[in-house]
């Protein structure tokens, strides 16, 4: 046992977590400037007790009420083993970001594939519930729709409002030039596939990148992504776009946070989009 880590226990204020409650989403870990949080098994843990201060900011962003702050008997909270922790979590992000940009650049090498921009004209052209025993959480939980009353027709061809290329978080240039001054969407994975009119009322006239705030790995890495985007890119605005199952509201703390670090400001809005595809909320942050 290092000097750090054997610690007199006082009776303290600390966070405590009721797993029942939580459903994995991360808001926690986003809002807790000392890192004592971590995802664990779909859960949030605190991974020692030396990192938390116990002052609770990250009860907060909870959608769930699953963090409470108590008093009981805790190793006191240390400066010091939260500094090496913080520095530790740097190191591991920029590994994982230069492992990230390895995979880019070795597919860009194998298929030729480059960052892409979309002219003008494309521009303006318009189940069985099996696992959810295991997991609580409603992202998880599976369902099946019953065919709607009256079915939408559609003639003609419908043109894609995609002005860009690639889409996905880890893959986006935050410089690129279809960035620059825009109106940008980050949208959760889902949401083009609940919502029908996805291309037509969100996507048209924005440019866009898309993550899964429950299952994506690095999300520093969408933090300073998102913060290059407001100051280096200068966006215009930001619209994110979730569903509405608790996990995918870490999409939003993700957005705030960038938001935070950034020294410009930028209008955020965000929308909820119900699983059979309605809207059930656009509030401007």
């Known amino acids: 046992m290092t ?18 409650l939580c459903t994995g989403c991360g808001n926690c870990i986003v809002d807790c400037a000392e890192a004592a949080l971590e995802i664990i098994d779909g859960k949030a843990k605190v991974v020692n007790d030396l990192f938390c201060d116990g002052l ?21 909270f240390n400066e010091e083993a939260v500094e ?12 994982e970001l230069e492992q990230v940009k390895q995979i880019v650049a070795e597919h860009s090498h194998q298929c030729g594939c ?20 295991q997991c609580g959480c409603p992202s998880s939980q599976t369902m099946v729709f019953d065919e709607p ?5 559609v003639t003609g061809k419908i043109s894609s409002t995609l002005r860009q290329w690639p889409v996905q978080m880890h893959l986006i240039n935050p410089n690129a030039p279809y960035y620059q001054g825009a109106d940008v969407l980050i949208s959760a994975d889902c949401v083009a596939y609940s919502y029908g009119d996805f291309h037509r009322d969100f996507l048209s006239s924005k440019s866009i990148a898309i993550a899964c705030p429950k299952l994506d790995q690095g999300k520093e890495v969408y933090i300073e992504k998102i913060k290059n985007l407001i100051d280096g890119a200068k966006i215009n605005t930001l619209t994110v ?7 995918c509201s870490g999409l939003i703390g993700l957005a705030q946070e960038g938001a935070k670090r950034a020294t410009r400001k930028v ?19």
Request: hydrophobic share 35%.
């Open 267 to 285: 209008p955020i809005k965000y929308v909820v989009i119900g699983v059979k595809g309605e809207i059930l909320k656009e509030e401007w942050l």
């Open 114 to 133: 480059q960052t892409m921009e979309f002219d003008e004209p494309t521009i303006q052209k318009e189940v069985k519930q099996a696992d959810s025993h």
């Open 149 to 153: 009353e009256v079915k939408t027709e």
């Open 84 to 95: 090496k922790r913080l520095e530790s979590l740097k190191s591991k992000e920029e590994v």
């Open 241 to 247: 776009a979730i569903m509405d199952v608790p996990c």
């Open 56 to 76: 609770g900011a990250c009860i907060q962003g909870c959608p769930t009420g699953a963090l409470e702050i108590i008093e009981r008997e805790a190793a006191e």
């Open 3 to 20: 000097e750090i880590e054997h610690q007199n226990k006082v009776i303290r204020k600390i966070i405590q977590i009721d797993e029942e």
